[in-house]
């Protein structure tokens, strides 16, 4: 016992004998410890508030059942990985059809709600095909995996399944093969995803879309200025930082729920250009607004947006009916069914029309209409002919004029 005594002295002299003559490396040392253990740290506290918020934060208005279901054909088809889904066949009472749409339900909906949002386009002339994602309504679910709000690899086979199940049906009645697609919140994620595969889809609209990465971004740093106990720190983290705590978001969602969350931004960016109408409400408190800006500021034209200002997540419709209604309706009358009627919103040129009226007074000179021609003025009216698709009331009121 003695002897162990006599030699920790000597080992703790020792110690300190190396510190004292290498203090600089282990400073270095030290300090590269720290540089990596905090950061390490801070992107795992991130990490875990964003996983809660992908499993425990259900999105408001799960259900809406101010509707009258509509009567069909009930079909079971099949995704690629074998989930036995569930679809639904309405018919127009028309006898010249117009097309067949696709329409794909919010989260914690089912194909049932198709009569929420399209029975304008049946009375148009409109076949509609609705589905339920798996889990949900009277499709199988698949063991082991738990649907959220946010549009998976899952949700994107579901509607890939539908498309070509659609085509089939197309193909036997000797029509067209091309579809308009129809999808709300995270239906139209899944919507967005699905169709940039598939050529036949000629049109979509979509209702509350966003882009999973870009959201959850969004609710970061939302929730870091809550959880986070140094402001300076929160405040002034680099957008590398964002990126990168958004990627390791996603390889830990990957990893513990068996599943991915692709991007509808980065589908957008390679996406063969095709019509798209994206609706949006100005009171979502959910889905920011903004989200469905970046998308459409991310879409080739032709693209519209329109932003139903009174109304919260999955609201439009019932804010504004009348108006949704038309605004659907005539959308896949000019690019699904082609029509050329002369009324339609979004004829050919119209939208440019009113950027070129709106020339005058952006320009200050009320009566040159040709200052429109100089470099600065094409500028101007490029920018004009955007906000005018962006702000579609402008042209709901001209056409109400006319």
């Not at 016992?1 to 300190?16: F, H, K, N, Q, T």
């Not at 679910?141 to 086979?157: C, F, L």
């Not at 019509?275 to 889905?287: A, K, Q, T, V």
């Amino acid at each position: 016992m003695g002897d162990a005594g006599s030699v920790s002295p000597l080992m703790i002299a020792s110690i300190w004998e190396a510190i004292s003559h290498n203090w600089a490396l282990i400073s270095i040392l030290f300090t590269l410890m720290l540089l990596m253990i905090v950061p390490a740290l801070i992107v795992a506290k991130y990490v875990r508030i964003t996983l809660n918020i992908l499993t425990d934060s259900p999105p408001p208005l799960l259900t809406h059942r101010d509707f009258e279901p509509l009567n069909g054909e009930e079909v079971d088809f099949y995704a690629a990985d074998g989930i036995r889904l569930r679809g639904t066949f309405v018919h127009p009472a028309a006898t010249q059809r117009r097309g067949l749409i696709i329409f794909a339900p919010e989260f914690n909906n089912d194909r049932l709600s198709c009569a929420r949002y399209c029975r304008p386009l049946l009375a148009a002339g409109y076949d509609i095909f609705t589905f339920d994602f798996r889990g949900h309504g009277a499709a199988a679910a698949e063991e082991g995996y738990v649907p959220r709000q946010w549009a998976s690899d899952r949700e994107v086979a579901d509607f890939s399944a539908a498309i070509a199940y659609a085509e089939q049906w197309l193909d036997k009645q000797g029509r067209p093969i091309e579809l308009g697609i129809f999808g709300i919140s995270r239906g139209a994620c899944a919507a967005i995803l699905a169709s940039a595969q598939n050529a036949s889809v000629k049109a979509l609209v979509v209702d509350g879309a966003f882009s999973s990465d870009s959201t959850l971004e969004h609710f970061m740093k939302r929730w870091a200025k809550i959880f986070a106990k140094v402001r300076f720190v929160y405040e002034n983290h680099p957008p590398e930082f964002w990126r990168f705590l958004r990627w390791c978001l996603f390889m830990t969602t990957r990893l513990k729920f068996k599943c991915a969350y692709p991007s509808v931004r980065k589908v957008l960016t390679r996406m063969m250009p095709r019509p798209m109408l994206f609706i949006h409400g100005g009171r979502d408190s959910y889905i920011p607004v903004e989200q469905s800006r970046a998308l459409y500021a991310l879409s080739a034209q032709p693209k519209y947006l329109w932003i139903v200002q009174e109304a919260k997540h999955n609201q439009s419709v019932t804010a504004r009916p009348e108006e949704y209604a038309r605004r659907t309706v005539e959308f896949f009358d000019r690019y699904l069914a082609r029509r050329d009627d002369p009324g339609n919103m979004y004829k050919e040129g119209r939208f440019e029309n009113i950027a070129r009226q709106r020339m005058p007074r952006r320009l200050g000179q009320p009566d040159d209409r040709e200052s429109a021609t100089t470099v600065g003025g094409s500028r101007r009216l490029v920018q004009a002919q955007e906000e005018a698709h962006a702000e579609a009331d402008i042209e709901a009121n001209v056409a109400d004029s006319n």
